[in-house]
C-alpha cells in the first residue's frame, strides 16, 4: 500500500516494498551548536561553563522543493570473498552487548509551554496574556494519547519554583528582581524553592501541590512515569523556601559571607564586591529598586567576578560541595558537606511524593562523590528511582556511571553531535563517527547512553540552523538514534510535528531553539493539541506525515525484542569496495528471539549502490547457519521478502536519505 497523499516537500513512504524509504534532496547548511563543560582555571575569574545560546546567522537561500520518486532497492548477490577487495582495519571489538531492558522512551515536555492553547504571543507577554499550562491541562485523554505514540516516561522540565517576573505577592511570594530574571517566565533552571511547584501552574495557586500531585496520580493511573529536573548545581541569586520541612535550614541561611569558601557555605562568595547587573540586560519589566547583592556571590556557570556578562548564568548563583575550585579544587568532603545534606533532603522529598526520577542538570559540574552518595541514599528509600545525567564530558562517562551511580547520560557530544554533522552534509561529516562513538566512548555502557537530536538545550531540527526546515531530513540519523542500542530515547515536544522555534518571544530572541524563559504559544505543538482534542486537527498534511514517522518508529522500537534487548553488531569494518564507507552505515541488532539488518544512507542526493558483506561472525553470533539460505523480510508492515546465501555479498540499491531494515530468519 502507498499512502494516498504524498507530500509535495519531501516524504514518502513504501509499507510494501523491501524496506522502508525516505527520500529528499535538499543539502542543509548551519552553525553547529557545540555543548562542552570546559576545565575551570584557577583565576579571579574562572572561565566559565556555558550551554550556549547564541544567535545563528542564517542561510536564507530559497528552498527548493525535492522530487518524490518511487525509489527501488535491488538485490543481488556476490561471493563474500570477491567483494572484500577494499576491506578496511578490523576493529578490536565489533558488538556489544545490552545487560538489560533500558529502552526507555522519554518525551520532554517543556512545561509551561506544553499545553498551552493561547494563541496571542505578545512579545514578552505574561502568563494573563499569552497564557501559560495548567496542572489540569494534563488529562487523561492527553496522557492517553502520549502513552498510545509510544512514550513510557514523561520528563516534564520547569515544575519547581523559580524566579520569575510574575507578580506572585498576593501569594505572600516576594517578588523576584526583573533585572536577575531571564525573561518574564523566568529560566527555569534558576530555582527558588527546591520544595514547591510554580503557582501559575495551578487553577488554585493556593492548592498548587494538591494539583500537582493529582496530575502525578494521573500520570501513573495511565500507565507512564514521571521524571523532573533536579539542579544541583546553581539556584537562583535569591533563594528562599517556605514550603520546606521545618526541621531543614535553606541553602545559605547558616554561611560565613565573610569566606570566599568554607567546606559548610552553601555558596562562593566574592568577599568585599557587590553584584553588577551585566552590561545590555534590559528588562521588560521596571524594578521598584535597584538590585542588591553584596557581597557578591559566584554566579552558576563559575564565573568568579562580581560582574557577569549576559551570557554567563548570571540569574544564579553557584552551589558549594565542598571543592575549593580557586585552590586547585581541592575537596572538603569530611565531614559531609551541608549542601549534600539539604540536595539529598529534596531528592527525597519529591521521591516520597512517587518522582520516578531525576534528570540532572550539568551533573558534571557536582562532583561525583556527591552523586555517589546521593544515588545510594535516594535509592535506599526509593530503589526504583532512576537518574539521567546531563553530561558533556566523554572522560566521564564511566565515572558517573560506575562511581556516581547513575542511570543515564545524555549522549550529546558523542552521537549527536555525529549525527547532526551528517545531517548538514558537512564536509567533515562521516559514519565512521558513528563506530567511534561505541568503540571509544560508550563502549560497555551504550545502554546507558540517552539519545536525542532535540531537546531544550538545542536547535530544532526544523529549524534553518539546523536542517534548514527539512524535517524530514532526519530520518535516517533518527532511525539510528532510536536503535543502535539499547539505551534510552528522548522525543522533545513538538519535534514530531515539525515544530521551527522561529520566533521572538522575549528574552528568546529567534534562536532557533523553542524559548525557555517567555510565556508562549508553540504553533505547531498548538496545532497537534488541537484546543484540547489531542487529534492533530490542525496539522498540515506534511506535519500529520512527519508524525506518522515518529509514532511508526516508536512502535517499532517498542514491539522489537531485537532493539529492545539485544546485542549490536557493526558491520562497517568488513565493507569493501562500492561501499561508501562515509555516508551508508549498516549495523545489525540480534536477540535470541529477532535478527534485524539496517542499512543507512545519510548521503542526501545520491543513490547508492552497494555490496553488503555479513561476516561469518556475524552469523555465528546470532546464532544462525552460515550454511543454509536465509530469508530477509521488509519491517514496519511490508510485505516483501527475500532469500540470501549467507555466504555471499549482497548487492542494494539504496536511494538518498534513506533506510532499509530486514528482519533475519532461516529460510522455511
Known amino acids: 500500500m502507498i499512502h494516498k497523499y504524498l507530500p509535495s516537500m519531501v516524504f514518502f513512504v513504501i509499507l510494501n516494498a523491501p524496506a522502508m524509504i525516505f527520500a529528499q534532496t535538499t543539502n542543509p547548511k548551519s552553525v553547529q551548536k557545540t555543548n562542552p563543560t570546559q576545565s575551570v582555571k584557577t583565576s579571579v575569574k574562572v572561565a566559565s561553563t556555558t550551554k550556549k545560546n547564541v544567535k545563528s546567522s542564517i542561510d536564507s537561500s530559497k528552498k527548493t522543493n525535492p522530487k518524490v520518486s518511487m525509489a527501488k532497492t535491488t538485490v543481488k548477490q556476490t561471493t563474500v570473498k570477491d567483494s572484500l577487495t577494499a576491506k578496511s582495519t578490523k576493529p578490536s571489538s565489533k558488538k556489544t552487548t545490552a545487560i538489560k531492558n533500558d529502552k526507555l522512551v522519554v518525551y520532554q515536555m517543556l512545561f509551561h509551554l506544553w499545553g498551552n492553547k493561547n ?76 520544595y514547591d511547584v510554580n503557582p501559575f501552574f495551578a487553577t488554585n495557586p493556593k492548592k498548587r501541590m494538591d494539583e500537582f500531585e493529582a496530575m502525578l496520580d494521573r500520570v501513573h493511573k495511565n500507565g507512564l512515569k514521571m521524571v523532573m529536573d533536579c539542579v544541583p548545581n546553581h539556584l537562583a541569586r535569591v533563594y528562599h523556601s517556605d514550603m520546606k520541612p521545618e526541621s531543614i535550614k535553606d541553602f545559605g541561611e547558616d554561611d560565613d559571607k565573610s569566606k570566599a569558601f568554607a567546606p559548610y557555605n552553601s555558596f562562593y562568595y566574592l568577599p568585599n564586591t557587590q553584584f553588577q547587573i551585566p552590561e545590555g540586560v534590559v528588562s521588560p519589566v521596571k524594578a521598584d529598586a535597584p538590585y542588591v547583592e553584596k557581597p557578591a556571590k559566584v554566579s552558576g556557570n563559575d564565573v568568579f567576578t562580581p560582574k557577569p556578562t549576559i551570557d554567563d548564568w548570571f540569574e544564579t548563583v553557584k552551589l558549594n560541595y565542598g571543592v575549593d575550585i580557586l585552590h586547585g579544587r581541592q575537596t572538603h568532603f569530611s565531614p559531609i558537606p551541608t549542601t549534600w545534606i539539604k540536595m539529598v533532603g529534596v531528592l527525597k522529598y519529591w521521591a516520597a511524593k512517587g518522582v520516578d526520577g531525576f534528570r540532572c542538570d550539568m551533573a558534571e559540574m557536582v562532583p561525583v562523590e556527591f552523586w555517589k552518595y546521593a544515588t545510594t541514599e535516594v535509592k535506599k528509600d526509593f530503589p526504583n528511582t532512576i537518574f539521567i545525567a546531563e553530561i558533556y564530558n566523554p572522560r566521564e562517562y564511566h565515572n558517573y556511571i560506575k562511581v556516581g551511580g547513575f542511570d543515564y547520560l545524555y549522549d550529546k557530544v558523542g552521537l549527536y553531535d555525529a549525527l547532526r554533522r551528517l545531517v548538514e552534509q558537512k564536509p567533515e561529516a562521516t559514519v565512521e563517527d558513528i563506530t567511534r562513538v561505541w568503540q571509544n566512548e560508550s563502549g560497555d555502557i551504550s545502554q546507558n547512553m540517552l539519545r536525542f537530536l532535540e531537546n531544550h538545550d538545542e536547535q530544532r531540527i526544523n529549524s534553518p540552523a539546523f536542517a534548514k526546515g527539512d524535517p524530514f531530513a532526519v530520518i535516517p540519523a533518527m532511525v539510528v538514534t532510536a536503535t543502535l542500542h539499547s539505551g534510552p530515547l528522548m522525543i522533545y515536544f513538538g519535534q514530531e510535528v515539525g515544530e521551527s522555534a522561529d520566533d521572538r518571544e522575549g528574552f528568546n530572541q529567534a534562536d532557533d531553539r523553542t524559548t525557555m524563559f517567555d510565556f508562549w504559544g508553540v504553533k505547531a505543538h498548538q496545532a497537534w493539541m488541537n484546543n484540547g482534542k489531542f487529534d492533530g486537527g490542525q496539522l498540515t498534511p506534511n506535519q500529520k506525515y512527519l508524525r506518522e514517522f515518529y509514532g511508526d518508529l516508536l512502535k517499532f522500537v517498542n514491539t522489537s525484542d531485537a532493539v529492545k534487548s539485544g546485542e549490536f553488531y557493526d558491520l562497517q569494518y568488513v565493507q569493501g569496495e562500492g561501499y561508501d564507507r562515509r555516508k551508508v552505515y549498516s549495523y545489525l541488532r540480534y536477540s535470541g528471539k529477532q535478527k534485524l539488518l539496517f542499512v543507512c544512507n545519510f548521503n542526501h542526493t545520491q543513490e547508492q549502490n552497494i555490496n553488503l558483506n555479513i561476516p561469518e561472525g556475524a552469523w555465528n553470533a546470532m546464532g544462525l547457519d552460515i550454511k543454509t539460505p536465509k530469508t530477509l523480510k521488509g519491517k514496519f508492515n511490508q510485505k516483501a521478502q527475500l532469500t540470501i546465501d549467507p555466504d555471499k555479498a549482497v548487492s542494494l540499491k539504496i536511494s538518498p536519505n534513506s533506510v532499509v531494515v530486514y528482519e533475519i530468519s532461516e529460510k522455511k
Not at 485523554?141 to 509510544?150: C, E, I, R, V
Open 119 to 194: 494563541t496571542t504571543n505578545k512579545m514578552n507577554g505574561s502568563a494573563e496574556e499569552n497564557g501559560v499550562t495548567k496542572f489540569k491541562d494534563v488529562n487523561d485523554l492527553a496522557l492517553k494519547k502520549l502513552k498510545d505514540f509510544g512514550y513510557s516516561h514523561l520528563y516534564m522540565t520547569g515544575l519547581i519554583e523559580h524566579a520569575t517576573m510574575e507578580d506572585l505577592t498576593a501569594l505572600g511570594i516576594p517578588k523576584d528582581h526583573p533585572d536577575v530574571v531571564k525573561g518574564r517566565c523566568g529560566s527555569p533552571f534558576a530555582i527558588k524553592d527546591y
